[in-house]
Every structure is written in structure tokens, then in C-alpha cells.
């Protein structure tokens, strides 16, 4: 990771982007912060050196009386914007979990406390969540002060698709959603656009993605009074749209408020032609049955729960996501079919819903640390 700031004054990249810059471009126009994921190649997925870079330059943000507010943007293969971030490294995660390589657990370690970092910012944080936004890249986005989505905004919590689950805050953010939304999303991975996105709570506001360019540049052009006049502003820029709906939010609620994994799809599979629920059945099916049933239980602890009591809860769910049972890890299995040997058919165990043992599930909620020897031990609120 290369630790250099990269200046520019374009409404393109900044300077320096290119095959050999740095994961993450940092910059200071004005009084306002400027961050691009500059990994396009790899949608922006976040490395170890991306979080680290992440949390040195917010800290470091924050302690600068001349940084009033900060902004946090995505790249593609042809400039900025069009993807933001579609969540870790999940090559790397598969590679280090497979050879117990001890940066496994620095990466969630040390990304938990960035997401933690930012949900606590003293300053307006503001997130332009073009494109994908998934994972990881909700886990730096979530905690922003204004969280901005597109038309092409496609966001989702996959991780059951790939034997983990909804981490990086995903128990907080997701159990405050309406209804049983948070369940929903959870449990099936199902990716939702920018007018659900703002109906689901996970964002704030819509702004067309061809006027990014502009407001980002103006943003360092122009003199603010402090942070919430920099927030204000961009908040002007935002479309006015009327509050709808989440998309079959009654279906949603009737079927993923029930009370255990097993209900839910037999209620579904049972809905006979309904083609949502069938589909949605199907879904449920191609899962980690054991991942659902961790998953939805993380959902309903997290609804009770302060940020870093969630997140303390995920750092032990994700220790044992690949050590609690040895050689029979679903996240390295979901990984290597998904994204290693690209078969796209996982060996799930067990292989069916109906026979999740409820001991194996209460087992990813036990903490392998003591309270005071926690890895997140220091975060508060």
C-alpha cells in the first residue's frame, strides 16, 4: 500500500490514478476531504492496505481544523464514480483463511474499527454510493452523515451467498431497517436500487449520477462556514422525489417476520403460484442453510443492540466462520465456489435446511475472548 497523498483539481481523478497509484487517492481542496477507491479493476474490493490507508487518513481528518467535512467516492475502468465499493477482498480472505495466515484476522479486526470510525465521525462524512455498493463497501458507507445513491445504485448485503454473513455493521444497520426488511436483505442477498435503498433506510437521498462529477468538483472550489454547511449544500443537490415504498414490503414483512428459517420457507414454498415467493424460495435454498439460521438470529440479537456491541458480536461470528469447525468452513467453501474454482455449486454442510443443528448455531455466538481481551474491546456507543 502506498501511504502517498495524491493531489488534483479536475473533475476526473486526481492526479496519479493510473496502473501504478495507490489503492486509495487521498486529497484536501477547500475545506473538504476527498477519498477515491482507486482499485476499479477489482470493483474497489477492499484490501487490508485500503482499510488501513481508510482509517490513518480519517483519523488523521479529523484532528485537521482545516478538513470541515470529507467525501468518499468510487472508480471504474474508465474514471471516477460508477462503482463504489463491492465489499472485501474475498480472494484474499480465502487464500489467507486456507493457509492460516494471521492477516485474516487483522483485515476483520481492523475493518470493524474503521466501520466503527466512521458511524462515530466528528465530522460530516459523505458517501456517493454510485453503483455498487455491497459488503465492505456498505460497511464504509452506512456510517456516513449523508449516504447518496444513484440510478445505477445496486446494493446488497450477499454474504449468505457465500457461507458468511451480513458483517461490518450489517446487524446493526440492517435490524433498523422497516419491518422485517433487515431479515430480508440478510437472508437472501437480493441486490435493491436506489428508491428502495431510501425507503429501506440505507440511504438518504437520490442525485443523478451524470451531476457527480460537478458537485464533487464545486465541493473544493468554494468557501463553507463549517461541516454541516458542506453537507447542506450537497444535500441541496439531491433530487426531490416522493417517499415510496420498499418493493413487496407487505410480502416481505408477512413471510420474514416468522419465527425460525424453517417457517419462512415453508411458508413460501406453500404460496403456490406466487411467483415472488417462489422465487424468493428458490433463493433461500441455493444458501448456507446454516449461514441462514446464524444469519437471521444476528438480524434479531443486533435490533437490541448498540454499534459496538454489534460489531463485537460480528468479530466473534466471523472467527468462527472459519475456525469453529475445522476443514468444514462455510465461507471458505462459498468462497472457493463462487470466486476460486467458479463452479457455482458449494458444498453446504449440512446440505439442507431441515437439518441445521440449533447447538452449532448458538455456538457462533459464544465469544472465543474474554470481555476484556476482546480485539474490539476499546469501542464504545
Not at 422525489?241 to 413471510?255: C, L, P, R, V
Not at 448498540?306 to 462459498?334: I, K, W
Not at 457462533?364 to 456507543?381: D, V
Request: proline content about 5%; hydrophobic content about 45%; overall charge negative.
Amino acid at each position: 500500500m502506498n501511504d502517498k497523498t495524491d493531489t488534483g483539481t479536475n473533475t476526473g481523478m486526481p492526479a496519479g490514478v493510473g496502473a501504478t497509484a495507490p489503492e486509495v487517492v487521498t486529497e484536501v481542496r477547500g475545506g473538504v476531504g476527498f477519498i477515491t477507491l482507486n482499485r476499479p479493476k477489482a470493483l474497489n474490493a477492499l484490501s487490508l492496505g485500503m482499510v488501513r490507508e481508510l482509517t490513518r487518513t480519517l483519523l488523521a481528518w479529523q484532528q485537521d481544523p482545516q478538513v470541515l467535512a470529507v467525501a468518499i467516492r468510487g472508480s471504474n475502468k474508465e474514471g471516477a464514480f460508477g462503482a463504489f465499493c463491492a465489499g472485501g477482498d474475498i480472494r484474499f480472505l480465502h487464500r489467507a483463511g486456507s493457509e492460516g495466515n494471521p492477516q485474516l484476522e487483522d483485515f476483520f479486526t481492523e475493518e470493524y474499527a474503521l466501520n466503527h470510525l466512521i458511524h462515530q465521525y466528528r465530522k460530516p462524512y459523505i458517501a456517493f454510493m454510485d453503483g455498487i455498493v455491497m459488503g465492505g463497501g456498505m460497511g464504509i458507507s452506512q456510517g456516513a452523515s449523508l449516504r447518496i445513491v444513484t440510478e445505477r445504485t445496486k446494493m446488497a448485503m450477499p454474504e449468505t451467498a457465500i457461507g458468511l454473513f451480513p458483517d461490518v455493521g450489517g446487524g446493526y444497520f440492517l435490524s433498523r431497517c422497516p419491518g422485517a426488511v433487515g431479515e430480508w436483505l440478510a437472508l437472501t442477498g437480493n441486490t435493491i436500487g436506489a428508491a428502495d435503498a431510501v425507503a429501506a433506510r440505507l440511504a438518504d437521498g437520490t442525485m443523478a449520477s451524470a451531476d457527480q462529477p460537478a458537485v464533487w468538483e464545486a465541493l473544493g472550489t468554494q468557501s463553507f462556514a463549517d461541516g454541516a454547511a458542506v453537507q447542506q449544500w450537497v444535500e441541496s443537490k439531491l433530487i426531490a422525489e416522493d417517499a415510496g415504498g420498499i418493493s413487496a414490503q407487505a410480502k416481505i414483512d408477512q413471510y420474514f417476520g416468522l419465527s425460525d428459517v424453517p417457517a419462512i420457507v415453508a411458508a413460501l414454498e406453500a404460496a403456490g403460484d406466487d411467483e415472488w415467493c417462489q422465487a424468493t424460495a428458490a433463493t433461500l435454498r441455493h444458501r448456507s442453510p446454516l449461514m441462514l439460521f446464524v444469519v437471521l438470529e444476528q438480524i434479531r440479537r443486533a435490533r437490541t443492540m448498540n454499534l459496538a456491541d454489534d460489531l463485537r458480536m460480528e468479530r466473534d461470528m466471523v472467527r468462527h466462520c472459519f475456525y469453529l469447525r475445522p476443514g468444514q468452513s462455510e465461507t471458505l467453501e462459498g468462497i472457493r465456489a463462487l470466486a476460486v474454482d467458479k463452479d457455482h455449486a458449494p458444498r453446504w454442510n449440512p446440505s439442507r435446511i431441515e437439518d441445521v443443528s440449533p447447538a452449532v448455531v448458538q455456538a457462533f455466538f459464544q465469544s472465543p475472548w474474554p470481555a476484556q481481551a476482546h480485539p474490539l474491546a476499546a469501542l464504545s456507543g
